[in-house]
């Protein structure tokens, strides 16, 4: 696999994997769940931390690299961008979807009459979520690359 995981990059990529778990299987028990308002609620809650928790700490990641502290913010925009890009899109799906699921919920017109924008919105955000675990897992991976905390010289 990946010879670099070792010493200080495997409590931070185990910690990742774990917030990256934590929100797949929300994906998967909400749908199971759907019944129980106040367990969505709090699930709903949860996903949305876990999303930021990740975020923040890529960018901690980013912030704690040789080639940031060097200053070549540039270098490092141009090897994540499109992560970067994912996550907030996903973040922003996943909120949208969670609110608009709660709001339906909570206005008693969630009893299996969905409108046809949120099915639409719901199977997207579904499909998308792939797309953003393989950005994701691919991004921390790369910057546990011990290349990017030493200096080359």
């Not at 990742?16 to 609620?41: E, G, K, T």
């Not at 979807?97 to 969630?110: A, F, G, H, K």
């Amino acid at each position: 696999m990946v010879d670099y995981l070792t010493g200080r990059y495997v409590p931070i990529v185990a910690f990742q994997l774990i917030l990256l778990i934590s929100d797949l299987l929300i994906n998967i028990v909400s749908i199971i769940l759907r019944s129980y308002n106040a367990l969505i609620l709090v699930f709903s809650v949860i996903q949305i931390l876990c999303i930021i928790l990740a975020f923040s700490t890529i960018f901690i990641q980013f912030f704690s690299t040789y080639v940031y502290q060097v200053g070549l913010i540039e270098l490092l925009h141009e090897r994540f961008r499109h992560t970067i890009i994912i996550c907030l899109i996903y973040f922003i799906a996943t909120l949208g979807i969670n609110v608009w699921s709660l709001l339906l919920r909570y206005n008693e017109t969630y009893k299996g009459n969905w409108p046809i924008e949120f099915i639409v919105f719901y199977i997207v955000h579904r499909l998308f979520a792939p797309v953003y675990y393989y950005e994701f897992k691919r991004c921390f991976l790369r910057i546990s690359d011990p290349r990017f905390y030493e200096d080359s010289r």
